[in-house]
Each structure stands twice: as structure tokens, then as C-alpha cells.
């Protein structure tokens, strides 16, 4: 894989114009900020991706369009290219053009299929029904997210008065002091691992229906444009498929990338061993840390912001130890503890113990 770098000077320009737009933020609001940062932040790597990736072929893009631009602008899944985040759930993606080169993705909408997918767009009653009823099913969703948010934070009343004293040194260690431990302080991990998933879940999902109801009903874009998120729920019984199956997918492309370019270029690892594919799936977790713990930063936590790192990272080593455990299962148990009625229970108990152990520590 080859990867040009140009355009440094517009890049550097541009990247100090996002530095004091990050300065600025400061005025709003915590949870705004936050939301704001983390956005940002991923968009530059996204563009970066963009710009570099696809350089090799930039000399013959005349036929680059607006249309192209406007539809990989914030295309963190890239869907409708043919590096589409594995395990999205569409059913449809644009057409590309067939004449990607050296693996890399073909930004380009062909004519056809543009002016095809315009017409289709204006004249066809059946895609203005499908768009009606995509309108109709996410202002549900919507809706239904809202009500089941308001019923949600009423609950955590249960667990105030919450210190930082709760988490401090001590109180993050758990099975070593399991004598001590309190059903409040049980009651309180808990909750936040249910909370770590919820928050999150709620926030991207309604940020995400809301923008798909606006960009679809102007006719900006089509429902294919706008698949769901993130996965289902029933997917999370290892962390592995917890982070690739229901985990939403917006970053695991550009952090892919990254990690192919210091993997192949300054690690000289050769692409395709399992010592590369094991470095590029590392640097994703290590990446998704390092853009938390820059947003936990710019709020002001200036204490812990490492462990945000740290934890990521931590997943990345608990997945390594998912696979060593079934490649035991399978030669000496042969596949028993992995079996489908008995795995998915036990497993579904270990990704809440990996959590409910580790993210009081961040």
C-alpha cells in the first residue's frame, strides 16, 4: 500500500484554524463541548484520510465532483465506496467506480449512477414512499429514545449523592478487596457500566435520527445514506463483538488507515502477517483512547486523562485473550466452552465483568 502525502501547507493551515476553533469552544456548554470536541476531532483524521489516501490518483480526478465531495464529507463509514466499515447495517450503498487502484477507495459516483439515483429521487413514487416511511420510522425512533431517556435519568437518583471519592484510588480495585466491598459501592459499578453504554448509545443515536430526518427530508440524501448506527445488543457476548458488531463503526476506517501507514511505513511490517493485522487492529483501540483523552484534556480534567488510553487499550488486550481462550476451547475442550447455548451466556457475563472492573479506573 503506497500513501503520497501533499497538500501540507493547506493541512497545516487548516489544522491551526481547527486548533483555536477548539480554543473557542471553551464558552459552551460541558456536554455540548464534548460532543463538539470528539466530532471535530474524528473529522480531521476522516479529511486527513481522505486527502492522503486517495492522493496517488489525484492528477487524473477531473471528473471529481460536488456531489463526490458532499457525499464523503462526513462519510466517517465511507459507505457507498468500496471501503465501507465492515458489519454496517445497509442494505444498499451508491455505486462506485470499478477503477480503484492499489487498494485504495474510489471517491467517485459514477454519471450513471448519479444521474440515475437524481431521477429516481424526483419522479419515483416507490423511493418517495420508502423515504416517507424512513421519515416515519426515525422520528419514531426518535421519540421513543426520548421517552425511554426520561424514564432512564429519573432512576440514577438511586445512587446519589456520587463523590469523586467513589472512584478515587482505593475504590477502584474490586476483587482484590472483595471483603470490603459495599453493596452500594457494587450497586454504583453497576450502574455505571450500564450507564457507559446507554449515554452513549442514546446521544449518537438521537444526534444521528435527527440528521437523517433533516438531510432526507430536504432531499439531500437518500435513506441508504442513513443506515442505523449501531448494532444489536444481542451481539455484545465478547468484547471483540462488542466493539465490532453493535459498537457504532464511525472511526475504525480512518484509525485503520493510521494504522496501516505506521505499521507498513516506520514499523516495516509486512502486510497481511498476523503481526501487522494484530499492530493495525491495536493502533484502533490506541487511537479511539487518544481521542478521548484529548477531549477529557480540552474539558479541564488535567489528572486522568491518560486512562482513557489506558482502557482502550485494555480491550484490545481482553480480545486477545477471547481468542486465546477459544483456540484452548477448541483443541483441548473441543469447542464445549465455546458452544453457542452455553458462550453466549458466559460471555455476555465476561464483557459485563471486563467493564464493570475496569471503567471505574478511567
Same mark, same amino acid.
Given at each position: 500500500? /503506497?500513501?503520497?502525502?501533499?497538500?501540507?501547507?493547506?493541512?497545516?493551515?487548516?489544522?491551526?484554524?481547527?486548533?483555536?476553533?477548539?480554543?473557542?469552544?471553551?464558552?459552551?456548554?460541558?456536554?455540548?463541548?464534548? %460532543? %463538539?470536541?470528539?466530532?471535530?476531532? =474524528?473529522?480531521?483524521c476522516h479529511m486527513?484520510?481522505?486527502?492522503?489516501?486517495?492522493?496517488?490518483?489525484?492528477?487524473?480526478?477531473?471528473?471529481?465532483?460536488?456531489?463526490?465531495?458532499?457525499? +464523503?464529507?462526513?462519510?466517517?463509514? !465511507?459507505?457507498?465506496?468500496?471501503?465501507?466499515?465492515?458489519?454496517?447495517?445497509?442494505?444498499?450503498?451508491?455505486?462506485?467506480?470499478?477503477?480503484?487502484?492499489?487498494?485504495?477507495?474510489?471517491?467517485?459516483?459514477?454519471?450513471?449512477?448519479?444521474?440515475?439515483?437524481?431521477?429516481?429521487?424526483?419522479?419515483?413514487?416507490?423511493?418517495?414512499?420508502?423515504?416517507?416511511?424512513?421519515?416515519?420510522?426515525?422520528l419514531s425512533l426518535?421519540?421513543?429514545?426520548?421517552?425511554?431517556?426520561?424514564?432512564?435519568?429519573?432512576?440514577?437518583?438511586?445512587?446519589?449523592? /456520587?463523590?469523586?471519592?467513589?472512584?478515587?484510588?482505593?475504590?477502584?480495585?474490586y476483587f482484590r478487596?472483595?471483603?470490603?466491598?459495599?453493596?452500594?459501592?457494587?450497586?454504583?459499578?453497576?450502574?455505571?457500566?450500564?450507564?457507559?453504554?446507554?449515554?452513549?448509545?442514546?446521544?449518537?443515536?438521537?444526534?444521528?435520527?435527527?440528521?437523517? +430526518?433533516?438531510?432526507?427530508?430536504?432531499?439531500?440524501?437518500?435513506?441508504?445514506? !442513513?443506515?442505523?448506527?449501531?448494532?444489536? *445488543?444481542?451481539?455484545?457476548? *465478547?468484547?471483540?463483538?462488542? !466493539?465490532?458488531?453493535?459498537?457504532?463503526?464511525?472511526?475504525?476506517?480512518?484509525?485503520?488507515?493510521?494504522?496501516?501507514?505506521?505499521?507498513?511505513?516506520?514499523?516495516?511490517?509486512?502486510?497481511?502477517? /498476523?503481526?501487522?493485522?494484530?499492530?493495525?487492529?491495536?493502533? =484502533?483501540?490506541?487511537?479511539?483512547?487518544?481521542?478521548?483523552?484529548?477531549?477529557?484534556?480540552?474539558?479541564?480534567?488535567?489528572?486522568?486523562?491518560?486512562?482513557? +488510553?489506558?482502557?482502550?487499550?485494555?480491550?484490545?488486550?481482553?480480545?486477545?485473550?477471547?481468542?486465546?481462550?477459544?483456540?484452548?476451547?477448541?483443541?483441548?475442550?473441543?469447542?464445549?466452552?465455546?458452544?453457542?447455548?452455553?458462550?453466549? /451466556?458466559?460471555?455476555?457475563? &465476561?464483557?459485563?465483568?471486563?467493564?464493570? &472492573?475496569?471503567?471505574?479506573?478511567?
Amino acid at each position: 500500500m /503506497v500513501y503520497t502525502f501533499s497538500c501540507q501547507v493547506p493541512l497545516l493551515q487548516f489544522s491551526l484554524s481547527v486548533f483555536f476553533g477548539l480554543l473557542a469552544l471553551k464558552q459552551l456548554h460541558k456536554k455540548i463541548r464534548q %460532543l %463538539l470536541l470528539a466530532f471535530i476531532l =474524528v473529522w480531521v483524521c476522516h479529511m486527513t484520510v481522505v486527502l492522503f489516501s486517495d492522493a496517488s490518483s489525484a492528477e487524473g480526478a477531473c471528473a471529481r465532483n460536488w456531489t463526490s465531495a458532499y457525499k +464523503i464529507l462526513f462519510n466517517f463509514r !465511507w459507505l457507498g465506496t468500496d471501503k465501507l466499515s465492515p458489519d454496517v447495517r445497509t442494505r444498499e450503498t451508491a455505486t462506485v467506480h470499478e477503477g480503484s487502484q492499489n487498494g485504495e477507495p474510489n471517491l467517485q459516483y459514477s454519471n450513471a449512477s448519479r444521474a440515475s439515483l437524481e431521477k429516481e429521487k424526483l419522479t419515483d413514487p416507490f423511493r418517495r414512499s420508502l423515504r416517507r416511511a424512513f421519515l416515519l420510522k426515525r422520528l419514531s425512533l426518535l421519540q421513543a429514545t426520548y421517552t425511554l431517556n426520561a424514564v432512564y435519568w429519573p432512576i440514577l437518583i438511586v445512587y446519589h449523592p /456520587v463523590k469523586y471519592s467513589n472512584f478515587d484510588a482505593t475504590n477502584q480495585t474490586y476483587f482484590r478487596r472483595f471483603h470490603a466491598v459495599s453493596a452500594r459501592e457494587t450497586l454504583l459499578r453497576a450502574g455505571l457500566t450500564v450507564h457507559f453504554v446507554w449515554e452513549a448509545w442514546a446521544l449518537i443515536t438521537s444526534y444521528h435520527n435527527a440528521l437523517a +430526518i433533516v438531510f432526507v427530508s430536504l432531499g439531500l440524501d437518500e435513506p441508504r445514506d !442513513w443506515p442505523p448506527i449501531y448494532g444489536s *445488543i444481542s451481539e455484545t457476548y *465478547i468484547i471483540k463483538r462488542f !466493539w465490532g458488531k453493535f459498537w457504532h463503526r464511525l472511526t475504525y476506517r480512518t484509525y485503520k488507515t493510521y494504522g496501516a501507514i505506521i505499521s507498513e511505513n516506520f514499523l516495516r511490517l509486512r502486510p497481511g502477517g /498476523v503481526v501487522h493485522r494484530l499492530a493495525v487492529e491495536f493502533f =484502533v483501540f490506541l487511537s479511539s483512547g487518544a481521542i478521548h483523552a484529548m477531549v477529557t484534556w480540552q474539558l479541564g480534567y488535567r489528572c486522568g486523562y491518560w486512562e482513557d +488510553i489506558a482502557w482502550f487499550s485494555l480491550n484490545f488486550v481482553a480480545i486477545l485473550v477471547e481468542g486465546l481462550v477459544q483456540k484452548v476451547d477448541l483443541r483441548l475442550l473441543g469447542g464445549h466452552l465455546t458452544h453457542p447455548s452455553l458462550g453466549k /451466556v458466559a460471555g455476555s457475563v &465476561w464483557v459485563f465483568t471486563v467493564f464493570f &472492573w475496569s471503567l471505574p479506573k478511567t
